[in-house]
Structures are given as C-alpha cells and as structure tokens.
C-alpha cells in the first residue's frame, strides 16, 4: 500500500511502549499492532486525533505517503 | 427460539441435513441393488423393457444420477449451517458454500430440464410437466443462492474492512 504508517517510529521517538499508548488512547493492543504493522485498512479521523494528541505529533509524522 | 449459536434453529436444521446427508448416500448405493435383486429374481427386467420405452430408462438413469449433486448439496448446506451455529455467518467460506450450492442446484435442474424434454417429447405429459416444474425449482433455487453468496461475498468484504478498521 501506498500509505505507510510510522507508529513505531513515533513511538520510539517518545520512548513510549506499545502498551502505554492502548492505554491513552483507549485502543485495544491488537488494534494499535495492526495499524502500527500496516494491516489496517483505514483509520478514524478520531483515534488519529487521540494518538495525535497523545505522542504531541501531526498525522504527517504518522502516516507517510509512497509513491508505488 | 434463537437462529445462530448452540441449541438453536440452526443446529436442529444441521441435524435434519446430517440426517438427510447419511440416508442419501444409503439411497444411493442401496438402489442399484434392490433393482438388481428384484430383477434378478423374478425376471420383471423383461417386463419392464416391455413397457419402458428407452427414453424412460434414459430419463431413470439421469434423475437416478442426480442425486450426486443432490448429496454434495447438502454436504455445503451442512457446512453452511454449522457456520451459523458457531455464530458467526458472514465470512467468505459462506459465500463459497453457497456459490458450491448454487452451481449443483444448476447441476440438477439442467438434468430436470434435460428429462421433461425426453418425456413430453414421448408424449408422457403428466411427468414430463412435472419434471419440468422441478427443473424450474431448482432453477430459482440456483438463481437465488447465487445472489446469495454473491451479497454474503459482499458482507465478508464490509465486515473484514470494518474489523480492520482502527
């Protein structure tokens, strides 16, 4: 897929577990793993938001767009 | 009642098809040879060429071979049914059962068809029309499970991207 999603960059950026971030968010583990292993098919504008505000970044330090 | 999960509709509809499923087969193999035993001794083969035209033991010999689809038809509606005692109806190994259902009941109802045209075409009226009206069955039984599996096909798709959906 064209789009790619950089959670665990981000999230190795802010030195924060997987775990931790379920726990903020309010998002099962297994969810978050999905998305951050590129196996999620799309994303609410709402849990962008919370893991948004949660690791302080934009959805551009999240997600990333190439070209194929 | 409930439809789906444990001690519902559903698991007493897979026990009928099981049933069904096993007196099928016995049917299968256990009329070529009561037919055998009964011609065999008392010599009604010869009577029954008399009187059966070889239209009549072509069409026999069609209906008799229909039951192969007939079986396999009910193995996926078993399959199909114990899916939805295990609650969970919409996912894509449904839609292939039913597909699977809809190409035998295709199966069938070609043979039907082939048959009323055998018999009317001998002038055996009464048979042949309802021979024909069981071809036209299983003709809207084909039709219909293939819409079937096709919006079942659909609702795995939603449900999938739905489920992946964060």
């Given amino acids: ?16 577990p997987l775990n931790e971030l379920a726990d903020k968010v309010d998002i099962t583990i297994s969810n978050l793993s999905i998305l951050k292993n590129n196996k999620g098919r ?10 948004c505000n949660v690791l302080d970044c934009t959805p ?7 070209k194929d | 009642m409930k439809i789906t999960g444990n001690k519902s509709m559903s698991s007493f509809i897979k026990i009928i098809l ?5 007196l099928g087969i016995i049917s299968l193999f256990a009329i070529p040879i009561y037919l055998y035993m009964i011609t065999t001794d008392s010599g009604i083969v010869l009577s029954l060429l008399g009187i059966c035209t070889f239209s009549v033991i072509v069409s026999f010999f069609i209906i008799y071979f229909t039951a192969i689809p007939g079986i396999a038809l009910i193995y996926q509606f ?3 049914f114990d899916a939805l005692k295990k609650n969970n109806p919409f996912v894509i190994e449904n839609a292939i059962y039913l597909n699977r259902s809809s190409i035998t009941g295709g199966i069938i109802s070609l043979s039907y068809f082939i048959v009323a045209i055998i018999l009317l075409c001998n002038s055996i009226l009464l048979y042949g029309l309802c021979t024909l009206l069981m071809g036209i069955i299983f003709l809207v039984f084909t039709i ?6 096709k919006i079942f096909k659909q609702a795995a798709e939603y449900k999938e991207e739905n489920e992946l959906t964060i």
């Fill in chain 1, 1 to 16: 897929m064209a789009i790619i999603v950089n959670l665990d960059v981000m999230l190795a950026k802010r030195k924060m």
């Fill in chain 2, 18 to 22: 099981q049933i069904l499923f096993v």
């Fill in chain 1, 60 to 66: 551009g330090d999240i997600l990333e767009y190439v």
């Fill in chain 2, 78 to 80: 078993i399959k199909l």
């Fill in chain 2, 144 to 149: 219909g499970t293939y819409i079937l599996s």
């Fill in chain 1, 42 to 51: 799309a994303i609410r504008f709402s849990t962008l938001d919370k893991i």
